[in-house]
T-cell receptor, first 109, second 115 residues
Framework: KNEVEQSPQNLTAQEGEFITINCSYSVGISALHWLQQHPGGGIVSLFMLSSGKKKHGRLIATINIQEKHSSLHITASHPRDSAVYICAVNRGSQGNLIFGKGTKLSVKP | GAGVSQSPSNKVTEKGKDVELRCDPISGHTALYWYRQRLGQGLEFLIYFQGNSAPDKSGLPSDRFSAERTGESVSTLTIQRTQQEDSAVYLC?????????????FGPGTRLTVT
């Protein structure tokens, strides 16, 4: 069993829809990261969080440490949000990331 | 400022040859990480460096893989006697510090194809 599980694997939405991507993990962590990978392959860090909730523009990330679960929400989705969204964790005090398999999001106009 | 840079961006090599991949981290970042992403698969950790501490090599898949870092700057990932299963995008990332408390900044990757 993977230490970081994401769902869904693939997601297709219409422009304007509210989107939720889920991430569950089975290890103790010091931080959880949400990353975005565009079709060209570049990876951008969206959020790093260890508790509560963070918001950047239309993106919101939440984490529940007790339940070992995080969600990434996108409000008013747009075709430019189409990308692979990756959940990753720092296990314990380790610096390296352990990754989920990613969620491929396609937003149709 | 300048981000993480990697070279070459693409590398095609014949099976059995050695390759060197280079990473230039963001200036001042003490931690440097190597990951790889095989086609259609998730990212895998390979090795990381933190300051002058011994590197964590626990993710290296075989003894054909090695990496070095000069101080807190450039790192080189070397793959000896390349195999077809080594074909992947090799990504480098750096962060200001360690212990999972810092955001990681990724380079554009080196796409390695072993023929």
């Amino acid at each position: 069993k993977n230490e970081v599980e994401q769902s869904p694997q693939n997601l297709t939405a219409q422009e304007g829809e509210f989107i939720t991507i889920n991430c569950s993990y089975s290890v103790g962590i010091s931080a959880l990261h949400w990353l975005q990978q565009h079709p060209g392959g570049g990876i951008v860090s969206l959020f790093m969080l260890s508790s509560g909730k963070k918001k950047h523009g239309r993106l919101i990330a939440t984490i529940n440490i007790q339940e070992k679960h995080s969600s990434l929400h996108i409000t008013a989705s747009h075709p430019r949000d189409s990308a692979v969204y990756i959940c990753a964790v720092n296990r314990g005090s380790q610096g390296n990331l352990i990754f989920g398999k990613g969620t491929k999001l396609s937003v149709k106009p | 400022g300048a981000g993480v840079s990697q070279s070459p961006s693409n590398k095609v090599t014949e099976k059995g040859k050695d390759v060197e991949l280079r990473c230039d981290p963001i200036s001042g970042h003490t931690a440097l990480y190597w990951y790889r992403q095989r086609l259609g698969q998730g990212l895998e950790f390979l090795i990381y460096f933190q300051g002058n501490s011994a590197p964590d090599k626990s993710g290296l898949p075989s003894d054909r893989f090695s990496a070095e870092r000069t101080g807190e700057s450039v790192s080189t990932l070397t793959i000896q006697r390349t195999q077809q299963e080594d074909s992947a995008v090799y990504l480098c990332a750096s962060s200001l510090g360690f212990l999972g408390l810092y955001e990681q900044y990724f380079g554009p990757g080196t796409r390695l194809t072993v023929t």
